[in-house]
């Protein structure tokens, strides 16, 4: 398999491309990361050096890469979070010539926006490009519930309403929707959910909260899902699987004490994933 991965790039720490790409390559995965930006750092830590990369530069990367006949051999392109509307318009170009030499391929698109407990921190016009022009191009799509909420301008809250609204986001274009973050009020006190919605069914897995934020989990999350749908097209174990190596990463990062992930560390829970949270159809 080989995914094109469109997505930021930091030298300290794992966020973007800097956290999805090594545990693809772990699962065997071959990828073509394109950058976005080039920072020291996340911008979490308020202070960061390096350039945002031109929209016409990352464009450029790409027609090289095409350029070296490598289109019909891409089997997904993946996206996270998107800066700019240049970037978006990037991205989706990407996606049209590799759909055109590939018409199995897929794009998978998180739609970084925000989460619920620091609301929407990007800039006004991203959930705006985000929900009229890329979701409908997008063959997966994997918001926290927040993000669902605010793409589909609804409020999932318990199992059925976040069934209800990924069914809308759905509806936008995206075949399969993956819903990481979810909290419902039903729920047994200190887990957290993810929910996996496709044509065939909804699974949902539950697993213990690790109190901590981790930049850059989301990315791993997504990324691993996709290679792992896209390769066997069951979303029940993708879910499993993926589920199953974030977990164990961020449950070793927390150990760490250390603020970024322990990718390198974490690398046996994506080649070998234990498996240890029970997937749940709920439809």
Same mark, same amino acid.
């Given at each position: ?13 794992h ?5 999805a ?44 890469i ?14 996270g ?18 759909k ?6 897929v ?39 927040f993000? #669902?909420?605010?793409? *589909? ?5 318990? /199992?059925?309403? %976040?069934? +209800? $609204? ?48 981790a ?23 993708? #879910?499993?699987r993926? *589920?199953?190596?974030?977990f164990?990463? /961020?449950?070793? %990062?927390? +150990? $760490?004490?250390?603020r ?12 070998h994933p234990r ?9």
């Amino acid at each position: 398999m080989k995914i094109l991965s469109i997505q930021s790039a930091v030298a300290y720490g794992h966020v973007g491309n800097s956290a999805a790409v090594f545990p693809l390559q772990r699962i065997g995965v071959e990828v073509l990361p394109v950058y976005t930006v080039n920072f020291s750092n996340h911008t979490g830590y308020g202070a960061w050096r390096g350039p945002l990369i031109a929209p016409a530069d990352v464009a450029d990367v790409i027609t090289g890469i095409e350029e070296r006949g490598v289109l019909p051999q891409i089997d997904v392109v993946l996206s996270g979070y998107q800066g700019s509307e240049g970037i978006g318009d990037v991205i989706l170009d990407a996606v049209a010539r590799v759909k055109a030499a590939n018409p199995a391929a897929v794009y998978s698109c998180d739609p970084v926006m925000g989460n619920a407990k620091s609301g929407c921190f990007v800039a006004p016009a991203i959930p705006v490009l985000l929900r009229e022009r890329v979701v409908p191009h997008a063959d997966i799509i994997t918001p926290n519930q927040f993000e #669902l909420g605010f793409l *589909t301008g609804t409020e999932p809250a318990d /199992l059925d309403s %976040t069934l +209800a $609204s990924a069914d809308r986001a759905r509806d936008m274009g995206p075949r399969t929707v993956l819903v990481t973050s979810v909290e419902r009020p039903d729920a047994a006190e200190g887990t957290i959910e993810m929910l996996a919605v496709t044509d065939d069914g909804a699974w949902i897995v539950q697993t213990p909260r690790i109190p901590m934020k981790a930049n850059g989990s989301g990315d791993v999350t997504a990324a691993l899902f996709t290679a792992h749908f896209r390769g066997t097209g069951d979303a029940a174990d993708a #879910l499993a699987r993926t *589920t199953s190596s974030v977990f164990d990463l /961020l449950e070793r %990062t927390h +150990a $760490s004490g250390e603020r970024e992930l322990q990718l390198v560390e974490s690398q046996e829970s994506y080649a070998h994933p234990r498996m240890q949270f029970e997937v749940r159809q709920v439809r």
